[in-house]
């Protein structure tokens, strides 16, 4: 009886529900883990983290699959004249990163931040200008099909998923429903592999805890209040009034469904693409429209990036107030369009945004040697700040998705 109920809690009810219970015990493991270390001669917690490597690299397994097929299958079976809504989100997509990143540059203002820069050995190769980002983006959309799934070029994946579709639009009603029942078969898989995450969640906390705990995190309290707290001010304050604008009525049950079902996964996978089949199943939960949604979802995993944005920011203001470097509000503002633009460019896996610091910091000439201590500062704190990072930008996909659906069905009532 004791284990059916265990069973239960796991796998039937409220996802949300679940995974906070096992976020619950993937704490209480960590906290009693080291008293048991002695009598195991291992740490438990640490071997309790594979369960979360299962459930991340299961999502982002699945995730180029899911993404190729339901593109190619909305756009071949989609009927001829009706509307497109892309345009509408990418504009919402473009907007928040760069809100995101001036609000950042406000809260750095208000607080300004040093940090404790070290010489620390790493070899890196982050870009060294808004252009090389750019580029990549564009060779990233002429990839190699089979490369592209392969890597999890969602970029090249969502080109020819695109162009696929198109071209099958003029194929025969077989192929179209052909397609269509792969997308429903990887689609169930997706969800089977969901109802997996408070065990995911339990692995990934409880290993998280062992293997750096929080201690660590309270030299940089100040840099993590203002990081957080521009995304908090992000997600609870500049994504409702956006939404507002589209839909014109209260937006916080949809800000608040998604950061608590999409933000909550995402916190603790630290992959905006791994989110993707999360995202993929909110959406149709909320009764979105599969043929934008199946696009605007694994768009907005690359490009949609306001908590990256946020880090790029707040990273390299801390690195300009620690080196005593003047900056005027103007150049703060060309940071935050700096930063906007490199956000997009970031790669939807854990830490990618710290990459894309140098190019920032090089606005202040800053040099890379030290831009590179920033970035070991930011994979210090990253525990939190990669996590909220993520939170930010995957559930914000699901919000303006629904803005912007919403806003059509609105207009179209």
């Given at each position: 009886?004791n284990t059916s109920?265990?069973?239960?809690l796991?796998?039937?009810?409220?996802?949300?529900k679940?995974?906070?219970?096992?976020?619950?015990?993937g704490?209480?493991l960590?906290?009693?883990?080291?008293?048991?270390?002695?009598?195991?001669g291992?740490?438990?917690?640490e071997?309790?983290?594979?369960?979360?490597?299962?459930?991340?690299?299961s999502l982002?397994?699945?995730?180029?699959?899911?993404?190729f097929?339901?593109?190619?299958s909305?756009?071949?079976?989609k009927q001829l004249?009706s509307?497109?809504n892309m345009k509408?989100?990418?504009?919402l997509?473009?907007?928040?990163?760069?809100l995101?990143a001036?609000?950042?540059?406000l809260f750095?203002?208000?607080l300004?931040?040093?940090?404790?820069?070290k010489?620390?050995?790493?070899?890196?190769?982050?870009?060294?200008e808004?252009?090389?980002v750019?580029?990549t983006?564009?060779?990233?959309?002429v990839?190699?099909p089979?490369?592209a799934?392969?890597?999890?070029?969602?970029?090249g994946?969502l080109?020819?998923?695109i162009?696929?579709?198109?071209a099958?639009?003029y194929?025969?009603d077989?192929?179209k429903?052909?397609m269509?029942?792969?997308?429903e078969?990887?689609?169930?898989?997706?969800?089977?592999?969901i109802?997996f995450?408070p065990?995911?969640?339990?692995?990934?906390?409880?290993?998280?805890l062992?293997d750096?705990?929080?201690?660590?995190?309270l030299?940089y309290?100040?840099?993590?209040?203002v990081l957080?707290?521009?995304?908090a001010?992000?997600?609870f304050?500049?994504n409702?009034?956006?939404?507002?604008?589209k839909?014109?009525?209260?937006?916080f049950?949809l800000?608040w469904?998604?950061?608590r079902e999409s933000g909550l996964?995402?916190?603790?996978?630290?992959?905006s693409?791994?989110?993707?089949?999360v995202?993929m199943?909110l959406?149709?939960r909320?009764?979105l429209?599969?043929e934008?949604?199946s696009?605007?979802i694994?768009?907005g995993?690359?490009i949609?990036?306001?908590g990256?944005?946020?880090?790029?920011?707040?990273?390299?203001l801390?690195?300009v107030h620690?080196?005593?470097?003047e900056?005027s509000f103007p150049?703060?503002?060309?940071?935050?369009?700096?930063?906007?633009?490199?956000?997009?460019?970031?790669?939807?896996?854990?830490g990618?945004?710290l990459?894309?610091?140098?190019?920032a910091?090089?606005?202040f000439?800053i040099?890379?040697?030290i831009?590179a201590?920033?970035i070991?500062v930011g994979?210090i704190?990253?525990v939190?700040?990669d996590s909220?990072?993520?939170?930010l930008n995957?559930?914000t996909d699901?919000?303006f998705t629904?803005?912007v659906?919403?806003?059509?069905e609105?207009?179209?009532?």
């Amino acid at each position: 009886m004791n284990t059916s109920r265990l069973f239960s809690l796991f796998f039937h009810g409220s996802l949300v529900k679940r995974i906070s219970i096992g976020l619950i015990l993937g704490l209480l493991l960590a906290l009693i883990a080291p008293s048991l270390q002695g009598a195991l001669g291992f740490n438990l917690a640490e071997k309790a983290g594979f369960l979360g490597k299962v459930f991340v690299r299961s999502l982002r397994a699945v995730a180029p699959v899911l993404v190729f097929l339901l593109v190619i299958s909305a756009i071949a079976n989609k009927q001829l004249g009706s509307k497109s809504n892309m345009k509408s989100i990418i504009v919402l997509y473009l907007l928040g990163t760069f809100l995101a990143a001036f609000t950042s540059v406000l809260f750095s203002f208000a607080l300004p931040t040093e940090i404790a820069l070290k010489t620390q050995e790493g070899s890196l190769s982050p870009p060294s200008e808004v252009t090389e980002v750019l580029s990549t983006l564009v060779l990233n959309m002429v990839d190699n099909p089979i490369n592209a799934l392969f890597n999890a070029n969602f970029i090249g994946i969502l080109s020819w998923a695109i162009g696929l579709g198109v071209a099958l639009r003029y194929a025969s009603d077989t192929t179209k429903n052909v397609m269509n029942d792969f997308s429903e078969a990887v689609s169930k898989i997706v969800h089977f592999i969901i109802s997996f995450a408070p065990i995911g969640v339990f692995g990934l906390v409880a290993e998280t805890l062992a293997d750096k705990g929080l201690g660590a995190l309270l030299d940089y309290a100040q840099l993590l209040v203002v990081l957080i707290g521009s995304m908090a001010f992000t997600a609870f304050v500049i994504n409702p009034i956006l939404v507002y604008w589209k839909i014109r009525r209260n937006p916080f049950p949809l800000v608040w469904t998604c950061v608590r079902e999409s933000g909550l996964t995402a916190f603790f996978t630290r992959s905006s693409a791994a989110n993707i089949p999360v995202n993929m199943e909110l959406s149709k939960r909320l009764n979105l429209d599969e043929e934008t949604y199946s696009v605007s979802i694994p768009l907005g995993a690359t490009i949609n990036m306001a908590g990256a944005a946020i880090t790029i920011t707040v990273l390299t203001l801390a690195a300009v107030h620690t080196l005593g470097v003047e900056v005027s509000f103007p150049t703060a503002v060309l940071l935050s369009l700096v930063a906007s633009i490199c956000a997009c460019g970031a790669s939807g896996v854990a830490g990618g945004s710290l990459l894309l610091i140098p190019l920032a910091c090089s606005l202040f000439g800053i040099s890379n040697d030290i831009a590179a201590q920033v970035i070991g500062v930011g994979f210090i704190i990253g525990v939190l700040q990669d996590s909220a990072e993520t939170a930010l930008n995957s559930s914000t996909d699901v919000v303006f998705t629904a803005a912007v659906c919403w806003s059509e069905e609105g207009k179209n009532s």
